[in-house]
């Protein structure tokens, strides 16, 4: 059971996320709460993924990721937003967060989204992702550091750090490569080890400075 905190000071968007999650058999919601109460439950409840909104009126979403990630074996966080062009999206996922997800997802797809990221994935609707990369780099540039860095990489680890760029979990990543879970999880280890990075976010986003990736299609969600 994939155990979930939705943490929004609005309640029909606590209350809309959690009837959702909860119909499904796998995923439990065990809180939804605004933000002034969320650092508390986590520490109360432990959960597997926390939904965070990122613009509060009472308590800064950005604070509360960082409170978050202090505590010892931090859950998951992926951040909530009704702005596809949220300026604060690079901000968040340098900070730590799993990936972002809009308030408007399609409600079929938001547990598919929530498992992702309880196995390690990255989620990151295509337009935030655009978003995330052009903050980072200038429209058809290719870093020269990123692609040193990328360089270092082995053939395999290359290939893995492609999916991780896809949004992939490890099985997903497993699977694709006809590898072990154990053995995906050695390979990322690497990855993140030569990309000098701690989150898979940041290895997939020197990917894409590095021009590893296609462009993003317009309705694609990773």
Excluded: C, W
Aim: aromatic residues 2%; negative net charge.
């Amino acid at each position: 059971m994939i155990r979930v905190l939705v943490v929004d000071d609005e309640a029909l968007i606590r209350l809309g996320f959690t009837h959702i999650l909860n119909a499904v058999g796998d995923i439990e919601v065990i809180a939804a709460v605004p933000g002034s109460q969320a650092v508390r439950t986590v520490g109360e409840l432990h959960p597997d993924v926390v939904l965070l909104d990122i613009r509060m009126p009472d308590v800064d979403g950005l604070t509360i990721l960082a409170n978050i990630r202090r505590i010892p074996d931090p859950p998951v966080v992926a951040m909530l937003t009704t702005f596809d062009t949220d300026e604060y999206v690079a901000t968040a996922l340098r900070s730590g967060a799993a990936g972002f997800l809009l308030k408007d997802t399609d409600p079929e797809h938001l547990p598919y989204l929530v498992r992702t990221l309880a196995e390690g994935g990255t989620v990151l609707s295509s337009k935030v992702t655009r978003t995330v990369v052009d903050g980072f780099l200038d429209k058809g540039a290719h870093e020269p550091s990123a692609v040193r860095l990328t360089a270092r990489l082995s053939e395999r680890e290359r290939a893995v750090l492609i999916l991780i760029a896809a949004g992939l979990a490890n099985t997903d990543i497993g699977e694709r490569m006809h590898l072990s879970t154990g053995t995906v999880k050695g390979h990322v280890s690497a990855v993140l080890s030569k990309l000098r990075v701690s989150s898979r976010v940041e290895a997939a986003l020197i990917a894409e400075r590095a021009g590893l990736l296609p462009p993003p299609r317009d309705g694609d969600t990773h």
